[in-house]
């Protein structure tokens, strides 16, 4: 059993520069960001986060995300799919690699005997 790991739940995830929907007064901006903020469960308050990223680049574009969201720990029944996801990943990647390994031993077999 692995340790537990964090969730990142988003809220909005948007590109502002796609999204002219945000040209709004400050109280619909309130209300807007108070209906996502209801959203959180109280006891995931206190890890709820607001971030605004800028990126330009060499022609004189830039872009802008907004990501609002919160993080919580992952349940037992999360971690227990997420770990039988992995498993079947791993098992998918050696039985594949296996069957790599073991035609290359065998074209090496019918060519070198």
């Known amino acids: 059993?692995?340790?537990?790991?964090?969730?990142d739940l988003r809220l909005v995830d948007d590109y502002l520069s796609i999204y002219p929907d945000y040209n709004m007064t400050l109280p619909e901006a309130v209300a807007w960001l108070q209906?996502?903020?209801d959203k959180v469960p109280q006891?995931?308050?206190?890890?709820?986060?607001?971030?605004?990223?800028?990126?330009?680049?060499?022609?004189?574009g830039y872009s802008t995300t907004l990501r609002i969201g919160y993080r919580r720990e992952?349940?037992?029944?999360?971690?227990?799919?997420?770990?039988?996801?992995?498993?079947?990943?791993?098992?998918?990647?050696v039985a594949k690699r296996e069957a790599e390994e073991r035609a290359a031993y065998e074209a090496l077999r019918r060519k070198y005997g």
């Not at 059993?1 to 969730?7: G, T």
């Not at 992952?74 to 990647?93: G, I, L, P, S, V």
């Open 1 to 7: 059993m692995s340790e537990r790991r964090d969730l």
């Open 35 to 37: 209906g996502l903020l």
């Open 43 to 60: 006891e995931h308050r206190e890890r709820s986060y607001f971030q605004i990223e800028s990126e330009s680049d060499y022609e004189g």
């Open 74 to 93: 992952e349940t037992d029944e999360e971690m227990a799919q997420r770990e039988a996801k992995e498993a079947a990943e791993h098992n998918a990647y």
